[in-house]
């Protein structure tokens, strides 16, 4: 799901509830929140969380709670900036229904106070079974994108370095640098033409926003950027990263 700032929409009633920044003494109940459902600051998952390589590297500053009508953390959201003008919001579980306009309420809270010229577009990743969780994004703007599907398989590398071969001599090929950034740009945005990989994100970010995210997704290797042109119309563009 993804939500494009500012269009989440606000809840009819948040006077109760009280959404706000975790400050560092309220840290560890919610990534315990976020982890386990459960506000207890001293679960095992939270010490394994900040000892992972993952946990050392986030920055905890948009890490949110929300407070019931008993003022005690009860839902905790984290939104993570990344490359592109882009964010990734986490959030604990829902539990019921009812518990979907509080959860709303603070998915609603976090995205409403990020700076849109610093962040233009905000995602969230769900398991399928999650049905409450993806009830609570709607409410609060989001939208739905894609049912993503991951495919993989086992990479050999050849004992001999194998010849590259061109469909013909009025084909070739580009790895990325700066002075081919206009090819890239070209052939990227040519790829989206009638896509069926996230159509609802086109036209939401620029290209270079779109470059920039691309080159932050796992070890950046230029050499492992291509670009295919016949003639000077684009064919192909394929983008590794080791991960």
Known sequence: MAGLYPSAVGQEDTSRPRFERAGPDLQREALALLLTGRPSGRDPAVDRFLRSDWGRQILLDELWIARDDRSRPAMAALLTP????????????ASSWPTTDLAAG??????????PAQTRLIQALLDPGQSLLAAALERAGF??????IYMQRQAHAPRKPQPLILPGENYRLLHWSEEHRQAFR?????????TRDCP????????????AGHMAAGR??????FALYEDQHPVGVMLLSPV
Do not use: K
């Open 82 to 93: 990344c490359p592109g003008r882009t964010a990734m919001l986490f959030a604990s579980p």
């Open 106 to 115: 603070l998915l609603h809270a976090v995205c409403a106070a990020q700076d």
């Open 143 to 148: 939208t739905r994108l894609a049912e993503l």
């Open 186 to 194: 070209q052939v990227i945005l040519a790829s989206y033409e009638q």
């Open 200 to 211: 609802g994100l086109l036209g939401l970010r620029q290209i270079d926003d779109v470059i």
């Open 220 to 225: 950046f290797d230029p050499n492992l950027w």
